[in-house]
């Protein structure tokens, strides 16, 4: 199919795609999920905004303990950045679970949040990590963000500009484990955690759940049963069994709601070791 008849614009600045922005126009980053919705007609912009040439979008640095990546780096980017690697290896390492090489090249961090796909990476991971969404004009706790199915707190006209994430300190460990759609490579279900430690002793944890429920969430039943625990198998087991309690599970063809269920609490196991042993 083709897409309706639209207008196309290239912004330079990030002013200038504000201002051309809003209505019924949509911005175009990468264009891997937004191409195949205007061509099914799901998706009918009067006018396309390409904002994948303004420059102050682009790049990763580290300011203190917060890592910040331009909304148009590409999860390719971000999987081999020395700063991510070094600062939060989880967040390297979701991104790196992304689809396969070519989306890793194209798609971009900006349009994976804005989209909100209820199957996308990068929600489980971001709340998880106490992750901000920053936009034109204000920044939001990323599970504050995702609000629905493919439904965000972003308003008309609003663009990411950023992406800012908490490095990992001494004694916090986080993970990202992934049940993969065999063909899309989607999330059926993926679990980011991060576990900080005292001792041997959890002191305190964090879980984002993405591909379970029409949007990513904060399993707290969960993180409240960790939460004090010796991180043994038991505990663990204890608390991943309580990760589908934050959610409404989602039944399609992928997975049923019940299989779902049992894919969180197993996820859940893996990326909680796993945080716990890199704490
Ligand atoms: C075959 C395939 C497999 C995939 N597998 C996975 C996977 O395993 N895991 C995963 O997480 N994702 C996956 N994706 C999604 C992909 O990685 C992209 O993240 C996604 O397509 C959106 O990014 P984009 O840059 O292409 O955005 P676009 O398609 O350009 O835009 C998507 C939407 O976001 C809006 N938008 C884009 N940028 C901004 C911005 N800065 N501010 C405000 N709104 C914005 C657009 O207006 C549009 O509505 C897959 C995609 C494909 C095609």
């Known amino acids: 199919m083709q ?5 196309y614009r290239k912004a330079s600045t990030l002013d200038e795609a504000v201002s051309l922005g809003g209505g019924e126009a949509d911005y175009l980053a990468g264009g891997h999920s937004l191409i195949p919705a205007m061509k099914l007609r799901l998706s009918e912009p ?3 905004v390409d904002i994948s040439g303004i420059g102050d979008l682009k790049g990763i640095s580290r300011d203190g303990d ?3 990546i331009g909304a148009l780096t590409t999860h390719s980017e971000v999987a081999s950045s020395g700063v991510v690697n070094d600062g939060c290896a989880a967040l390297a390492d979701a991104a790196g679970m992304i689809g396969d090489p070519q989306v890793r090249n194209r798609g971009t961090i900006g349009g994976n949040v804005a989209h909100a796909d209820p199957a996308s990476d990068y929600p489980g991971i971001l709340v998880a990590l106490g992750a901000t969404i920053v936009t034109t004009g204000r920044s939001t706790a990323a599970e504050d963000f995702f609000t629905g199915l493919f439904e965000t707190a972003l308003g008309e006209g609003e663009i990411v ?6 490095a990992t300190g001494d004694g916090t460990g986080a993970a990202y484990s992934k049940f993969f759609n065999p063909a899309s490579r ?8 991060v576990v900080t430690k005292s001792g041997g002793t959890c002191e305190s944890c964090r879980i984002g759940v993405t591909g379970a429920s029409d949007h990513a969430y904060r399993a707290t039943a969960a993180e409240e049963a960790l939460s004090g625990s010796d991180l043994g198998d038991e505990a663990i087991a204890a608390a991943a069994a309580k990760v589908a309690d934050g959610g409404e599970m ?3 063809l992928s997975a049923s709601a019940q299989y779902r269920a049992h ?6 196991s893996r990326a909680i070791s796993e945080a716990a042993s890199r704490a």
Do not use: R
Not at 186 to 193: E, K, P
């Open 3 to 7: 897409p309706s008849k639209f207008e």
């Open 46 to 48: 009067s006018t396309l």
């Open 66 to 68: 917060t890592i910040k």
């Open 161 to 166: 500009t950023e992406v800012q994430v908490p």
């Open 186 to 193: 989607y999330a059926v279900v993926g679990v980011g955690a």
């Open 250 to 252: 989602m039944s399609d």
């Open 263 to 268: 894919l969180c609490s197993v996820m859940a």
